[in-house]
Nanobody
Framework: QVQLVEFGGGSVQAGGSLRLSCKAS????????MGWFRQSPGNQREGAAR??????TVYAASVKGRFTISKDDDNTLYLQMDNLKPEDTAMYYC??????????????????????WGQGTQVTVSS
């Protein structure tokens, strides 16, 4: 049984940093794409960062240069968030496809149902 569990959210002041972790238990696809998404109240879920199965990383324009996605060998996904802004306040989720998918876009997760999602971790940035 696959389970994604996010850790590391919290409350910080603008300019601060947080590091999110996503432990993918039971997920055996080491070359599959994975991603970080966020959703704030009243807004749709959006992609923040994703990593393809060959290590290529892609970032949303709003976080590029401030966030860094990475993954270790046991499929734990990370999101290092620096220079946080109040507009980064949201619930952050990690996601992985049901199958071994090497290349993917944000919409693969946002529009298709065959993905695993974590329960989310809250990030709050105060000004």
């Amino acid at each position: 049984q696959v389970q994604l569990v996010e850790f590391g959210g919290g409350s910080v002041q603008a300019g601060g940093s947080l590091r999110l972790s996503c432990k993918a238990s039971g997920y055996t696809y080491t070359r599959s794409c994975m991603g970080w998404f966020r959703q704030s109240p009243g807004n749709q879920r959006e992609g923040a960062a994703r990593m393809n199965g060959v290590g290529e990383t892609v970032y949303a324009a709003s976080v590029k240069g401030r966030f860094t996605i990475s993954k270790d060998d046991d499929n734990t996904l990370y999101l290092q968030m620096d220079n946080l802004k109040p507009e980064d306040t949201a619930m952050y989720y990690c996601a992985a496809p049901h199958d071994d998918v090497v290349w993917c876009q944000f919409n693969r997760f946002l529009r298709q149902s065959d993905n695993y999602w974590g329960q989310g971790t809250q990030v709050t940035v105060s000004s």
